[in-house]
């Protein structure tokens, strides 16, 4: 036996069982058989995904959905608009791109304080999708514990607040879990994901998948993000392979492979040696999964642009294209977009980044289209918080400081979109009832749990399970037969009444 | 490498100690077993008269606490000289780099090449005019912390880097000034005392633009509008920075109200009361609070006072009577218990000192700060006791004096729950080491050399794939924060493990491929290109020498190289069946002889390569305990 045939000889003995690939067969046989197929008989098509896009810094919302009425039938918003934003608000009218509105709907007794609305001169593609009917706005919306109607609601101190309200990392924070009254919450995103994620076919690959690195949107108790970068391609995933010029490059490559598994796959007395363990085990598993299934993805005719948030979104809308390779029924997306705290230059600012959202949102859409799964896949806008109507400067300089409500954007074949779902606030500073203070902070008039419940619904969660998904949505809702939080997701598909082992979650 | 080869067959001696649990050298501990302690051939070593020597392993897990990565003469020196002395040593050094000095020096060098290609340009090139990238502050880190002898203290400024957190991701990002300037200040206070650093930190532009207090403006009507003083930093500087949110016995944990709830330490009214004092601060060099004409500079110089707010006066020169109000807030600020009396806003300066010391003072400091100083340094989970131990050093070092740091290392480092592990808390301790660390280790273990004693390496593949450089955290929660905690049992037990929280697929492919590159590629350092006529510099992008190693690559010494490195990089807490699973990957290789029996060094670079790879991935070597 030469020297290389001895070394082969080992080095196969030496994988024998324990390789990665028959490691992970294996677990997927038992976790298979294990698993609650919650959507095990649902037809192959039942796919749904949700995208969530973080607009970090607390977006200025309020030049985002603009009211744009002139004075006929008595909406003279743009007016309103103007006086109380002072130098912040656009000048032209005709500039902005007017909302073909099908309804108003109103929450809780509350509606919009108008009638007409448009979009930002930027984002032409919003209206667009709006007008089609694949769009809403929320308006008014932010973080609550229980409903508060008005100033003396929110100085009682027998009503629940959100901690830290205008602080960027309580607020970011609750958007993401939807309980304000909690530092130490697990994500929306994730709970549903705990409620959900056994029905996959495949539960090696975490359902939440993260353009924005760890967060705390998509963590649960089970399910936490598996986390990719928008360049993914079946040759960058996982490790690089040992340079090609290396005596038997490949073998030598599956011999260092199967040496890191062997040494996170150790048993260890130290608890946090075996968290690292699992936690590297667990990624390489999903690399692997991940790395054949891309080689399926197509190739678009949907063009992106080249911003990151495109990218982004491109990235969610490839990983979408493998999802019966990657044996995923349900899956949640995580995007960010930063650089939304504008204190100050805020009109350039949002010049600058507002289109961004707007092309990378309607690419995406179309990519959904392409893949005939636009009524699939809903997607949401989130940001820590409004910001106020006043300024806070003179000249290019200003801009608005950290408030409570405001709007935000649903998307998706799905969505009973040209409507404008909650109560887009008067714009006056005296005479609003919500108003808490004299910048124009706004008591939001929809809960970030209204909006979940919603789309949790229409997810697959059941009207039972709500309570573990949204801790606090018995504060807002309940269920009865045809009666749903807003009305803004077709539920013509029926809803789930599968209810999961988890139980209800109180803080 | 250049160790001598006697150095080396004691280490190989010494692996059958590699399993060993316990670890040893600090000589007021108890029931420990002498031999076990000893690396000698001999038998027992030097016994002192105040305890044992460590052995090399124990030394090298003692400076990857202390430093940000044991070098091997570090090691040596420690096992000949012990922790105390080395201590002493270390605490005594001056502060001995400046990161803004060193950037200032590289554009000088930058503007001189730009005016010798242009000799005619009417506006000459010069340190002030010329505008930097980031960059430059990562190679002025680097170049410090290659070359400074006070390790201790580059390890404590990285570690306040990570509490006291302002980031590059934020409106100065590229801005190496900003960066610098305030790193400067981390590294000078290190060996001090935490109120001095807080008095510092409050006056440095780049927090102040950070957690936006710059310019900020008493309550009053400025141009028409209700203004209010910015609340970020009096939440921030008490949630991050000093007390945190729940009031803290002096082991550092919580106390408990009769209903067994946490008692927080602020609510919404102490924010507002605290904001009032932080405010009249502007650029060292405005002309009146408002003034934002500075350039990249102006953040190396502390923040000026400006009790009146005279902007009307500058901006519309035109008006008779401008309107001159208050800049600072004149009104009692009460926060915290505590109120500070209603002042003329000329002696705003006051406030912010009495502020200083109401925060500083709050009993909840030490334990605070010290938990969060062990977290980065030692484990994730100290034991009540051992916060108990060093919180009362940080409030009074034994001559009275609060929130010395010189003590508080003491008592981190020598603590016998920092030197030895015991049976009992075996399951829990240690910490994730953080991706930024593992690379100093690296470079600092592997004797990375530059012939010219210059580096001009950015660190962009560390922050690329594992995104951590110093001062390029997310957000001011830093890049992972203390409470996280990982899913499973490290949750179920209510214990943390913080840098798990920057543990991802992404992350953790990305530092195997960064090793990849670092080892296998033998490519270290990222060079950056400085503009204007600077020449490519070899010298600057040094590699590293593996060929000290070469002889023991080979299939017969592979133990001896396994045990070097297990000891330089893990201090030798690499077990015996992980080492065979290194040793089973290497000896498929091809051995180092060629058909003459020479050393082939391309295959013998590579074994001690791949070698170095697997001990780093090891979760042994990534877990630090």
Not at chain 1, 421 to 427: A, K, N, R
Not at chain 1, 443 to 464: F, K, M, N, Q, R
Not at chain 2, 309 to 326: G, H, K, L, N
Not at chain 2, 554 to 581: F, Q
């Amino acid at each position: 036996m030469n020297r290389r045939d001895f070394i082969r000889n080992v080095g196969c003995g030496a994988m024998g069982s324990t390789t990665l690939l028959s490691t992970l067969a294996n677990l997927g046989v038992v976790n298979g058989a294990m698993a609650n197929k919650s959507f095990h008989n649902a037809p192959p098509d039942d796919y749904k995904a949700i995208v969530c896009v973080l607009l970090a810094g607390g977006m200025d919302s309020y030049n985002m959905l603009i009211p744009n009425g002139t004075g006929s039938g008595g909406d003279n918003g743009f007016a309103n608009y103007q006086t109380v934003r002072g130098g912040l608000a656009l000048q032209d009218v005709n500039a902005l791109h007017n909302l073909n509105i099908l309804e108003h709907v109103g929450v809780r007794g509350v509606t919009n304080a108008y009638d007409s609305f448009a979009v930002h001169t930027q984002m032409p593609e919003l209206q667009q999708l709006f007008d089609a009917g694949n769009l809403a706005f929320m308006s008014n919306i932010g973080t609550l514990v229980e409903p508060l109607a008005n100033e003396a609601d929110y100085d009682n101190d027998l009503k629940k607040k959100p901690l830290g309200i205008y602080s960027h990392s309580d607020q970011i924070q609750q958007w993401q879990t939807s309980v304000p009254q909690s530092r130490d919450s697990l994500g929306f995103g994730g709970r549903i994901a705990d409620l959900l994620h056994a029905g996959n076919d495949n539960v090696n690959l975490s359902m939440n998948i993260s353009l924005g690195g760890k967060n705390i949107f998509q963590r649960g108790k089970e399910v936490s993000e598996y986390a990719i970068r928008n360049n993914i391609n079946a040759n960058n995933v996982g490790f690089e392979g040992l340079p090609g010029g290396w005596s038997n490059s490949g073998y030598m490559t599956q011999l260092r492979n199967q040496a890191v598994d062997n040494l996170v796959a150790e048993t260890y007395r130290n608890a946090l040696h075996t968290a690292y363990g699992v936690n590297t085990q667990s990624s390489i598993a999903a690399f692997e999964t991940f790395k054949k299934a891309l080689l399926k993805v197509p190739s678009f005719t949907t063009s992106f642009p080249q911003t990151g948030l495109a990218e982004d979104l491109f990235a969610v809308s490839r990983v979408m294209s493998i999802r019966n390779e990657l044996g995923v029924k349900r899956q949640i997306f995580f995007v960010t977009y930063g650089g939304w705290d504008m204190h100050d230059n805020l009109i350039a600012s949002l010049n600058g980044r507002l289109p961004v959202v707007s092309q990378a949102l309607k690419a995406f859409y179309d990519s959904t289209v392409e893949l005939g799964i636009a009524d699939k896949v809903t997607t949401i806008t989130i940001s820590d918080f409004g910001r106020t109507l006043t300024s806070n400067g003179t000249g290019t300089q200003q801009g608005s400081d950290h408030a409570w409500g405001g709007n935000s954007i649903v998307m998706g074949g799905s969505v009973n979109g040209r409507k404008i779902y909650g109560g887009y606030p008067q714009m006056e500073i005296e005479t609003n009832a919500r108003n808490i203070s004299n910048r124009g902070n706004f008591i939001p008039a929809v809960s970030t749990d209204e909006l979940y419940a919603e789309l949790a619904l229409w997810y697959g969660v059941s009207p039972s399970d709500l309570c573990y998904a949204l801790p606090n949505i018995g504060n807002f809702y309940s269920y009865s037969a045809g009666n749903y939080p807003l009305g803004l997701m077709n539920m013509s598909g029926g809803i789930s009444t599968v209810d999961q082992p988890q139980n209800c979650l109180t803080y | 490498m250049r160790l001598t080869l006697p150095l080396a067959i004691l280490f190989a001696l010494n692996s059958c100690f590699a399993q060993k649990t316990e670890t040893f050298g600090l000589g007021h501990v108890g029931n420990v077993s002498v031999t076990a302690s000893s690396n000698s051939p001999n038998g027992i070593k030097t016994l002192t008269l105040d305890g044992f020597l460590p052995n090399h392993n124990s030394a090298s897990r003692f400076l990857s606490q202390a430093t940000l990565g044991p070098r091997p003469a570090e090691i040596e020196n420690v096992t000949v000289i012990g922790e105390e002395a080395w201590m002493n040593q270390q605490l005594a050094l001056p502060n001995s780099f400046s990161t803004e000095a060193y950037i200032r020096s590289i554009a000088q060098q930058v503007a001189d090449t730009l005016n010798l290609q242009d000799p005619n340009r009417e506006e000459p090139y010069t340190v002030e005019n010329l505008n930097l990238n980031h960059d430059y502050f990562d190679i002025a880190w680097f170049q410090g912390s290659m070359t400074s002898p006070d390790r201790l203290r580059w390890r404590m400024a990285f570690a306040l880097s990570e509490i006291f957190v302002a980031s590059r991701i934020s409106s100065f990002d590229n801005n190496p000034y900003a960066l610098a300037s305030y790193y400067d200040v981390l590294l000078e206070h290190s060996l001090g005392n935490y109120r001095d650093l807080l008095e510092a930190v409050t006056f440095h532009p780049t927090m102040a633009v950070y957690l936006t207090y710059m310019n900020n403006h008493a309550e009053g009507i400025v141009g028409g509008n209700h203004v209010f003083p910015d609340e970020n930093y009096a939440r921030e500087v008490m949630q991050l920075f000093s007390i945190g949110l729940f009031e803290l016995n002096t082991d550092g944990t919580e106390k408990q109200d009769v209903n067994g709830n946490p008692i927080p330490t602020y609510d919404n009214d102490d924010i507002g009361g605290l904001a009032k004092v932080f405010t009249g601060l502007s650029w060292h060099n405005s002309d009146y609070l408002g003034d934002n004409t500075s350039n990249e500079q102006a953040y190396t110089h502390p923040l000026k006072f400006f009790p009146i707010d005279s902007s009307d006066a500058y901006r519309r020169p035109w008006r008779s009577e401008p309107d001159i109000v208050d800049g600072h807030d004149r009104g009692p600020k009460t926060f915290l218990g505590q109120t500070i009396p209603a002042r003329d806003p000329s002696l705003g300066l006051q406030d912010f000192q009495d502020a200083i010391d109401v925060i500083f003072n709050h009993p909840n400091v030490g334990p605070f700060i010290c938990k969060q100083l062990i977290q980065r340094m030692v484990t994730s989970n100290p034991s009540p006791s051992y916060v108990q131990r060093v919180a009362e050093v940080f409030n009074n070092n034994g001559s009275g004096v609060r929130g010395d740091f010189k003590a508080v290392l003491q008592a981190i480092l020598l603590d016998r729950e920092a030197r030895v592990i015991e049976e009992r808390n075996e399951r829990y301790s240690g910490m994730l080491r953080e991706p930024f660390v593992r690379y100093t280790n690296l470079v600092n273990a592997l004797n990375l050399t530059s012939s010219i004693g210059v580096y001009r390496n950015d660190m962009d593949e560390v922050y690329e794939q594992m995104g951590q450089r110093p001062l390029q955290s997310p957000s001011v929660f830093n890049f992972f924060q203390t409470s996280y905690t990982p899913d499973g049992e490290l949750a179920e037990q209510g214990k943390v493990a913080p840098e798990f929280q920057i543990l991802n697929s992404i992350t953790l492919t990305g530092y195997l491929n960064a090793l990849a590159e670092w080892l296998i590629d033998n490519d270290p350092i990222d060079y950056y290109w400085y503009g204007g006529d600077t020449v490519y510099k070899e010298d600057e992008v040094p590699e590293f020498d593996f060929s000290g190693d070469y002889l023991f690559a080979s299939n017969k010494n592979l133990p001896i190289l396994l045990d070097k490195y297990n000891m330089l990089l893990a201090h030798g807490s690499i077990s015996e069946t992980n080492i065979n699973h290194i040793k089973t990957a290497i000896e498929a290789m091809p051995d180092i002889y060629d058909s003459n029996g020479e050393i082939d060094e391309i295959d013998a670079r590579r074994r001690v390569a791949l070698t170095l790879f697997l001990i780093m991935s090891s979760p042994e070597y990534i877990i630090n305990r």
